[in-house]
């Protein structure tokens, strides 16, 4: 018999899990306060004083909840695994019963090789296991550019030849990308969702092997009460040495947390958005998204959904389970320290919009939690800087009154006459090191007590170096990205919104160049140098208690360009420095991924003057692109006004050439079927000497450019 989900165990049983991991984290937090406040108030009460408890109280609170979530991780792995979890609800053996499933992978302007390759893996794979009757496939376009969305639809007919997709596979181009992505998927929802009972949302990133879809159908189908089953992702395909030491420590370090994260939310949990599967029906009734009171960035549309999402899915009554143990589910990180941060920025305004839904009514208490750990995860970093900051005003305050003990005790150190307990506060630092470090080290003794564990690590040295140089990595590049996330929270509550951008995916050997290097980090720097400089003249010794901050901060510009450089991070690869299971032992499916991009990459467009507009030069000058993109395009009824615009604009294109059109106006001929119709006709037709220098070169090329393959146009 399988085992009944957590709805229908004993909640005093949940409520002592959870007795014990709250208690857990207000003892660890009190025993913390009391040194703290030991340390400031010998000195005498201040308003100083009273401002740094407070935020000590706050960020230390922050640190305590991701060491409990270890700490209870670590409990249940060494009992051999939480019996109370999704996974386990499913019979060993059984044939899985499935339902009517839509696989979606909403994207803007991605490289459409990665994500048509993937979804050829994918759509192999669900093949494999026999079951493919049961899944169709979406690929949800937003794409604002020309070249994008051609070369996507070229690439969705190749495709669906290819491995016979048609009815099975199928592309849709909004023409108005309304609130990104969460309307992205609304939309196909509103139109298609009802043909379906389950919807599993994958990114552009994101692959997923067809037995790990198959079980979380089966999941679903077993446990009716269930509305979203949400996956943990593992990163791969990592080039860049930024991106391995992502993915070495998500892999190494990340099941102590999942499985502490069960542990206590059990059908409580979060959605992230992705490498999920939700029941269509409650999610369409329940989890609209309303629009927050006011404007951007604090009002207006919910960017972050996803959390909001399960929220809703709570609310209403449906479980929302984490499948922490579910194998073949992977995803890709941004290359570089820089690009991963403009993914932050992003994700920052969507989590601090959560500020306004933390009393919502109706909420269950997890899901306030998790809302208001996303709002945290981005203004800890603000109350981090405010915090040093402040150390620092208190330490030169001090010094302005020879004899001040900072702390009591009876072993002190003097310095330009400020007494200094070191006991006391190397007690707080050391006690708060250990709760930062201390779940990374029994992660890598957890891996190493198992042989053939460490064995998918590159062996148990290269484990233990890996380790030891991403610790190292991480404490470098934590006040780096303090001071971004810091950065991006001060211009959201200036009433700064953020623009929807494409996510850089892949690496590349030149990566971050010095140029860009200086401009991005170049005002961390001379923070970190005025701060070192002020600091060292006035206290040597606050100077060394802030120099691991200090170095990260000097060393920004320099260590972003290395951890960009694929070639550093291929060279890692080869003498065995963070190694993944994923890399020492690939799955069929990214092996099969690999080598279809790699194939897919070795052509690309050989002429330079008509690369930068290949995909309009498809639609009108290819006759099977022109008839497929055409075939694509809903019918529309212009006014008098808009088609006399659109006679203009074809003229201006054949005979100025789309360099002098812009971007707005080459997708506005696009979307519009019967100039498309026109422009082809007319271009085949027109006398070479009357068409722009632009497109009779594009006719000379055309036999050349046709052989390539049309999947493999661009990265």
């Known amino acids: 018999m399988p085992q009944l989900p957590i709805e229908h165990m004993d909640k005093r049983r949940l409520g002592r899990r959870r007795f014990l991991f709250f208690s857990a984290i207000f003892g660890l937090t009190s025993l913390a306060t009391w040194f703290m406040a030991d340390l400031l108030w010998r000195q005498g009460f201040s308003v100083l004083s009273g401002v740094l408890l407070g935020l000590f109280v706050i960020l230390f609170a922050h640190?305590?909840?991701?060491?409990?979530?270890?700490?209870?991780?670590?409990?249940?792995?060494?009992?051999?695994?939480?019996?109370?979890?999704?996974?386990?609800?499913?019979?060993?053996?059984?044939?899985?019963?499935?339902?009517?499933?839509?696989?979606?992978?909403p994207v803007f302007n991605e490289d459409a090789s990665r994500v048509f390759e993937a979804l050829r893996v994918v759509f192999r794979s669900v093949q494999e296991t026999k079951q493919l009757e049961h899944f169709d496939f979406f690929i949800l376009s937003d794409s604002n550019q020309p070249n994008q969305w051609i070369q996507e639809e070229v690439a969705w007919a190749e495709l669906c030849k290819q491995v016979g997709g048609f009815g099975k596979i199928f592309y849709r181009k909004r023409r108005h990308a309304i609130n990104k992505k969460a309307g992205n998927v609304a939309d196909f929802l509103r139109r298609w969702g009802r043909r379906y009972r389950y919807m599993i949302v994958l990114d552009a990133d994101s692959v997923m092997t067809g037995r790990a879809l198959v079980e979380l159908v089966a999941l679903m189908e077993q446990n009716p009460e269930v509305g979203i089953i949400q996956t943990a992702p593992r990163i791969v395909n990592g080039e860049t040495l930024f991106a391995r030491l992502q993915s070495f420590a998500s892999r190494l370090y990340s099941p102590l947390f999942l499985a502490g994260l069960n542990y206590w939310q059990q059908h409580e949990g979060n959605f992230w958005g992705h490498n999920a599967v939700v029941r269509v029906q409650p999610f369409i009734e329940y989890c609209s998204l309303p629009e927050l009171p006011g404007t951007e960035p604090f009002g207006g549309r919910i960017l972050s959904?996803?959390?909001?999402?399960?929220?809703?899915?709570?609310?209403?009554?449906?479980?929302?389970?984490?499948?922490?143990?579910?194998?073949?589910?992977?995803?890709?990180?941004?290359?570089?320290?820089?690009?991963?941060?403009?993914?932050?920025?992003?994700?920052?305004?969507?989590?601090?919009?959560?500020?306004?839904?933390?009393?919502?009514?109706?909420?269950?208490?997890?899901?306030?939690?998790?809302?208001?750990?996303?709002?945290?995860?981005?203004?800890?970093?603000?109350?981090?800087?405010?915090?040093?900051?402040?150390?620092?005003?208190?330490?030169?305050?001090?010094?302005?009154?020879?004899?001040?003990?900072?702390?009591?005790?009876?072993?002190?150190?003097?310095?330009?006459?400020?007494?200094?307990?070191?006991?006391?506060?190397?007690?707080?630092?050391?006690?708060?090191?250990?709760?930062?470090?201390?779940?990374?080290?029994?992660?890598?003794?957890?891996?190493?007590?198992?042989?053939?564990?460490?064995?998918k690590f590159g062996g148990q040295h290269r484990l233990v170096l890996s380790a030891l140089l991403e610790i190292i990595g991480s404490a470098l590049l934590a006040p780096v990205n303090m001071l971004f996330n810091a950065k991006f929270v001060f211009f959201t509550l200036l009433g700064q919104g953020v623009g929807w951008v494409t996510q850089q995916r892949g690496g590349d050997d030149d990566g971050t160049d010095w140029r860009e290097a200086i401009i991005t980090h170049g005002g961390q720097t001379v923070f970190g140098l005025v701060w070192a400089v002020s600091t060292f003249v006035v206290s040597p010794a606050f100077f060394w208690w802030l120099s691991p901050v200090l170095a990260g901060l000097v060393l920004a510009v320099p260590a972003s360009i290395l951890l960009s450089k694929a070639g550093v991070g291929r060279a890692a690869r080869r003498v065995g420095l963070f190694l993944t299971p994923e890399e020492t032992s690939p799955p069929h499916e990214l092996q099969r991924l690999q080598q279809n991009l790699a194939e897919c990459y070795r052509h690309l467009p050989p002429f330079e003057p008509l690369r930068a507009d290949y995909g309009l030069l498809q639609a009108v000058l290819d006759p099977y692109v022109n008839a497929?993109?055409?075939?694509?395009?809903?019918?529309?009824?212009?006014?008098?006004?808009?088609?006399?615009?659109?006679?203009?604009?074809?003229?201006?294109?054949?005979?100025?050439?789309?360099?002098?059109?812009?971007?707005?106006?080459?997708?506005?001929?696009?979307?519009?079927?019967?100039?498309?119709?026109?422009?082809?006709?007319?271009?085949?037709?027109?006398?070479?000497?009357?068409?722009?220098?632009?497109?009779?070169?594009?006719?000379?090329?055309?036999?050349?450019?046709?052989?390539?393959?049309?999947?493999?146009l661009y990265r």
């Not at 270890?70 to 249940?76: K, N, P, Q, S, T």
């Not at 019963?97 to 839509?102: I, K, P, S, W």
């Not at 007494?419 to 050391?430: E, K, R, S």
């Not at 271009?683 to 055309?702: E, H, I, K, T």
């Open 305 to 455: 959904h996803d959390f909001v999402e399960a929220a809703l899915m709570r609310k209403a009554g449906w479980a929302v389970w984490l499948a922490a143990d579910l194998e073949g589910t992977y995803e890709e990180s941004p290359p570089t320290l820089i690009e991963s941060a403009k993914r932050e920025r992003r994700w920052c305004q969507g989590n601090i919009q959560h500020a306004w839904l933390l009393s919502t009514h109706g909420f269950r208490p997890a899901s306030r939690f998790h809302l208001l750990m996303g709002v945290m995860g981005y203004v800890s970093s603000p109350l981090w800087l405010l915090f040093m900051i402040l150390c620092t005003i208190q330490v030169f305050g001090a010094l302005e009154e020879p004899g001040p003990t900072m702390a009591g005790g009876t072993d002190t150190t003097s310095w330009f006459g400020y007494v200094v307990n070191v006991p006391a506060a190397l007690t707080l630092f050391a006690f708060t090191m250990l709760l930062i470090f201390l779940p990374k080290v029994v992660s890598v003794v957890v891996t190493l007590n198992s042989r053939e564990a460490a064995a």
């Open 628 to 712: 497929l993109h055409v075939a694509l395009l809903r019918q529309r009824h212009p006014s008098q006004e808009a088609r006399k615009w659109f006679v203009r604009l074809r003229e201006r294109l054949l005979h100025e050439g789309p360099a002098k059109l812009t971007p707005r106006e080459k997708m506005a001929l696009l979307l519009d079927a019967q100039s498309m119709i026109w422009l082809h006709r007319e271009l085949w037709s027109c006398p070479a000497d009357s068409l722009a220098g632009w497109w009779r070169l594009a006719m000379r090329q055309y036999n050349v450019l046709t052989s390539v393959p049309t999947t493999a």
């Open 63 to 105: 640190i305590a909840t991701g060491f409990c979530t270890a700490l209870v991780g670590f409990y249940v792995l060494n009992r051999g695994g939480d019996s109370a979890r999704i996974t386990a609800t499913r019979p060993e053996g059984a044939e899985p019963r499935l339902a009517a499933t839509a696989i979606v992978m």
